[in-house]
């Protein structure tokens, strides 16, 4: 019988997100995930040194980074001797990648590792059509150059097609903000509700940066120190001028009280117990629990519903309830979303006859929910949002001296990434 070993977080280190085709436009995924790793080692002096893993990701990828992590992490000074891999989930890709590593901590395979998630929207990656690729092929494997020049003369115009990547769900060919839309639809979440919470999110983001909050957490990058998303003037009369962006009749959901598309990325430094105290590392709190849920977002569930059947399978495991918290990060995909999720778990019909449970997880205390702000602010490169948050939840935690501290990630797919972060 296996013996788990408690799971220490660190700390964590980024780069300040930057909405897309802004600061970053020419930087690749590279670029901005070797930059949060080296920071990561420069602030725990890992230079040269050899960890259990790292692993990171990113969801708009391109082949050229097909072996990401494990260049990132050598480009960023750990040792050659460390391994690295890849790994993609979605929006939840940097959360997941924490829970992996969590998980070999916990059972003694390593003793210590870097999770991260980057993402650039301004560098895509530009797919050639099949027909061109083909051809292309074809003309690579000739041999002579009349041969070759022969097969140059099949490619004709219609095949140059280039295929621009397209955040849509294949399986209904609905973008996520509409997909979105039709879940504040179905359970009747105000416009007015909505932007107060992003207002709420710009606020807390803001005054954490005043605050010194993030002082140790996001680093200077290309002239950047803050997200450049924030908008610490904004007010509700502004974001209820906003007009809707998936529906223009009847719709709620606006570029306010949505994320941006983002280019970032984030890293954490993950522990066993026995790690931190030989080396003399301060520990901000232990990962404890974690869930992943998928549902059937064509034919039964809103996409980003996945939170809401993890959350009580996470808590039904960790014997808490849902008010056992002392702070919440809701990943703010959309104010809609944090909305639907929240208001199903409270739901009586909801919780019965979806989760099979006899009674609605209840309320909480919102004053608890992303108390230093969510992507609504700081904005959301997708695979580098579940490491933000990682880091300064443990932070948060760390500062109140104990404490218990939920995550939840919805993610495209239909998936969705919880975890549970304790500070005794």
């Known amino acids: 019988m296996i013996n788990l070993r408690k799971v220490a977080v660190l700390g964590g280190a980024r780069i300040p997100f930057c909405r897309s085709s802004t600061n970053y436009f020419n930087l690749g995924n590279k670029e901005l995930m070797t930059a949060s790793i080296k920071e990561l080692v420069d602030k725990f002096k890992l230079k040269d040194k050899t960890l259990g893993g790292v692993c990171v990701g990113a969801v708009v990828k391109s082949s050229k980074d097909f072996s990401l992590a494990r260049e990132c992490s050598i480009d960023a000074g750990l040792a050659y001797e460390t391994p690295a891999f890849d790994l993609q989930m979605a929006c939840g890709t940097g959360l997941e990648a924490a829970i992996v590593l969590a998980n070999k901590i916990a059972i003694g395979q390593i003793d210590s590792a870097i999770a991260g998630g980057c993402d650039s929207t301004s560098v895509v990656p530009i797919e050639l059509g099949p027909k061109l690729s083909s051809k292309l092929l074809r003309v690579s494997k000739e041999k002579s150059l009349l041969k070759k020049i022969k097969a140059i003369t099949q490619i004709n115009m219609k095949d140059i097609s280039p295929k621009v990547p397209a955040i849509k769900e294949p399986r209904t060919g609905l973008s996520m903000g509409e997909h979105c839309e039709l879940m504040a639809k179905e359970w009747k979440i105000s416009r007015k509700d909505q932007d107060e919470l992003a207002l709420k999110s710009h606020l807390n983001a803001f005054n954490a940066y005043q605050e010194g909050f993030y002082d140790d957490l996001v680093y200077p990058f290309h002239g950047i120190k803050i997200d450049n998303n924030i908008r610490g003037n904004a007010d509700l009369e502004k974001l209820s001028k906003l007009s809707t962006a998936f529906d223009k009749k009847h719709g709620t959901i ?58 009580p399978r996470m808590l039904e495991r960790a014997n808490l309830t849902f008010q056992d918290f002392d702070f919440y990060e809701i990943h703010e995909a959309f104010a809609a979303q944090v909305l639907c999720t929240l208001k199903a778990l409270n739901d009586p019909s909801f919780c019965k006859e979806k989760l099979k449970i006899d009674k609605p997880l209840g309320t909480i205390d919102l004053n608890k929910l992303n108390v230093k702000g969510g992507s609504l602010a700081m904005g959301h490169p997708f695979a580098a949002t579940g490491c933000r948050i990682l880091a300064s939840l443990s932070k948060v935690l760390y500062q109140n001296k104990k404490g218990r501290g939920l995550i939840s990630i919805c993610t495209a797919g239909g998936m969705g990434v919880t975890a549970i972060l304790e500070r005794p």
Not at 273 to 296: H, M, P, Q, R, S
Request: charged share 20%; net charge negative; glycine share 6%.
């Open 254 to 311: 606006t570029a306010g009280n949505s994320s941006p598309t983002t280019d970032g990325s984030a890293a954490v430094f993950l522990s066993s117990e026995e790690y931190a105290l030989k080396n003399g590392y301060e520990i901000l709190a232990y990962l404890t629990f974690a869930e992943d849920a998928a549902v059937d977002y064509k034919n039964k569930e809103g996409l980003l519903m996945a939170p809401a059947y993890a959350i």
